[in-house]
T-cell receptor
């Protein structure tokens, strides 16, 4: 079963714009992770945020976590065509790497 | 590249057959998790192996089974294949340091088609 829902399901923007994806989940978590997947290939880990953290940055990525609302957001700033991919949030309730993924957001960045 | 490899890359089977998928974990990693990703969906956790023992299982029937070897590579076996087993199968490795939340390193996946 899927833990969370991601919003929007699909997003299309122009190169240079910012992209924001949201993730909501249902149960308590230990950490939340964001992954990228290109064309049905393997997942690439982007960022991990722990339940006691509220915001984290990595390059052009900014992730927020609101445990009271059971939600997270991923912001990609100054998007590039190479950012075109599917993005998934995944929660880890027990800190053991048994991840529960959302349905994903498909991002298209037009050059 | 994550250092996690999977074989084969693609596979076609018929309903009722059995399949074995293989995964070599990243060097130094002792934990392997397997996921099933149906088309257009997020990955679903099948099970995890830690130091050769099953360490948790998702909502999958017993015909999905696995092994982990002393070198921490792993196999996923699926018996009595059904059409709905058609999916991308992903393995992920990590090093269970305990209590710190570990990044999962995913392989490229094996795409299974059941006819």
């Amino acid at each position: 079963s899927q833990q969370g829902e991601e919003d929007p399901q699909a997003l299309s923007i122009q190169e240079g714009e910012n992209a924001t994806m949201n993730c909501s989940y249902k149960t308590s978590i230990n950490n939340l992770q964001w992954y990228r997947q290109n064309s049905g290939r393997g997942l690439v880990h982007l960022i991990l945020i722990r339940s006691n953290e509220r915001e984290k940055h990595s390059g052009r990525l900014r992730v927020t976590l609101d445990t009271s609302k059971k939600s997270s957001s991923l912001l990609i700033t100054a998007s590039r065509a190479a950012d075109t991919a599917s993005y998934f949030c995944a929660t880890d309730a027990s800190n053991t790497g048994k991840l529960i993924f959302g349905q994903g957001t498909t991002l298209q960045v037009k050059p | 590249e994550t250092g996690v490899t999977q074989s084969p890359t693609h596979l076609i089977k018929t309903r009722g057959q059995q399949v074995t998928l293989r995964c070599s974990s990243q060097s130094g990693h002792n934990t392997v998790s397997w996921y099933q990703q149906a088309l257009g969906q997020g990955p679903q956790f099948i099970f995890q192996y830690y130091r050769e023992e099953e360490n948790g299982r998702g909502n999958f029937p017993p015909r999905f089974s696995g092994l982990q070897f002393p070198n921490y590579s792993s196999e996923l076996n699926v018996n009595a294949l059904e059409l709905d087993d058609s999916a991308l199968y992903l393995c992920a490795s990590s090093s269970q340091a305990g209590g710190l939340g570990e990044t999962q390193y995913f392989g490229p996946g094996t795409r299974l088609l059941v006819l």
